[in-house]
């Protein structure tokens, strides 16, 4: 069968011919509807070295750690699962017995460094091929909804979910207001997620204007990058500044910027990656203000993301690629031709 490849450190992934995989003990193959392609991916191929990077995910592996698909086969020992039913997948793979893992966060594994890979498409072979084979605990059901569409849900629809869920008593109540910095995929979903969950006037920006309208659609207040970037957003807070805040990007500037509109006792919690610091000090921040991040999130926390998924109250924009184009869709995710998450579908 047809995958694409990690092969090497500063190399683009390639598209190769490999071995259709066996569905061993507690374990399931799925016949692959779609694989969202992710920054992280990028991050991977482009970014680490055998100096830099987590040892699990030194080449070579299939990418793809956003997958949805069709049960094609169970391995032994599994029942209650029928082939043919649409599933997600939760990326994250834990060693499955440590306290995290009994709560299904993966993410979080106690035993985390002495695992041979972090998550499906992160390590372990993943969905940017025809077949993929995942442990049966990871499967979410979609029932009759789109699996193409579902399969960002696993990254970009959990990320913002598990960060916003956390955050959720700084949202209690009437009068409250939420930031979501960077408007792609996950920031879209993010808007969304804060539509669905809480009753705060959501408040979104990003430097790209199409990004911006997308979420006005969705029901975001959209504020420009600029010199009164932040007295705009001040403003609308009534000059109290923002409850909750989201920071999908990550570097330096945005940390920065978030914390110059956060409120009193408000939170800023980093979702992105962008590896950005902050000079923390007593003054540099409102009293009892709480810098956060987070991680992925719980099993539990995606058949939440599902349920809003199948109730029609988040809906990831996709663009549509097939497994020969895969190469083609990474390119334009690194050139930031997108508009939408780029998902592969075999």
């Known amino acids: 069968m047809k995958a694409l490849r990690f092969q090497s450190y500063k190399s683009a992934p390639a598209l190769v011919e490999v071995d259709r995989p066996t569905p061993g003990p507690g374990e ?10 992710c920054h992280s991916d990028v991050s991977i191929f482009t970014e680490f070295d055998e100096e830099f990077g987590p040892a699990q995910l030194r080449p070579t592996f299939t990418l793809g750690h956003e997958v949805a698909g069709w049960i094609e086969e169970v391995g032994p020992g599994v029942t209650g699962l029928e082939p043919g039913t649409a599933h997600l997948v939760y990326g994250p793979s834990g060693c499955g017995h440590c306290r995290a893992c009994s709560r299904g966060q993966d993410t979080y594994c106690e035993n985390a460094s002495t695992m041979p890979y972090l998550a499906v498409g992160l390590g372990r072979d ?3 091929a025809e077949f993929v084979v995942v442990p049966a605990r990871n499967l979410v059901p979609l029932g009759d909804a789109d699996p ?13 979910y598990h960060a916003i869920k956390k955050s959720l008593p700084a949202l209690a109540g009437g009068g409250k207001y939420a930031l979501v910095i960077g408007l792609g995929g996950l920031g879209q979903v993010a808007v969304q997620i804060l539509t669905a969950l809480t009753g705060a006037t959501v408040i979104a920006t990003d430097a790209n204007p199409a990004a911006m309208e997308r979420a006005a659609a969705k029901g975001a207040t959209t504020v420009g990058s600029g010199p009164e970037q932040a007295d705009q957003i001040r403003a609308i807070t009534g000059g109290r500044g923002v409850d909750a805040v989201f920071d999908l990007v990550g570097v330096g500037p945005t940390i920065e910027f978030a914390a110059k509109v956060v409120a009193l006792r408000g939170r800023i919690t980093v979702v992105g990656i962008g590896n950005g610091t902050y000079p923390w000090n007593f003054y540099g921040l409102p009293y009892e203000v709480e810098l956060t991040s987070t991680y992925w999130g719980t099993v539990e926390e995606l058949y939440e993301v599902v349920d809003l998924y199948r109730a029609g109250k988040i809906t990831p924009e996709i663009e549509r690629f097939s497994l020969d184009e ?21």
């Open 148 to 160: 193409v569409a579902a399969a960002p849900l696993a990254d970009a629809g959990l990320t913002p």
């Open 126 to 128: 993943g969905g940017m």
């Open 28 to 37: 399931v193959l799925l016949k692959v509807a779609g694989s969202g392609a």
């Open 326 to 346: 895969a190469p083609e869709a990474y390119r334009r995710l690194i050139a930031g031709e997108l508009t939408g998450r780029a998902v592969v579908a075999p």
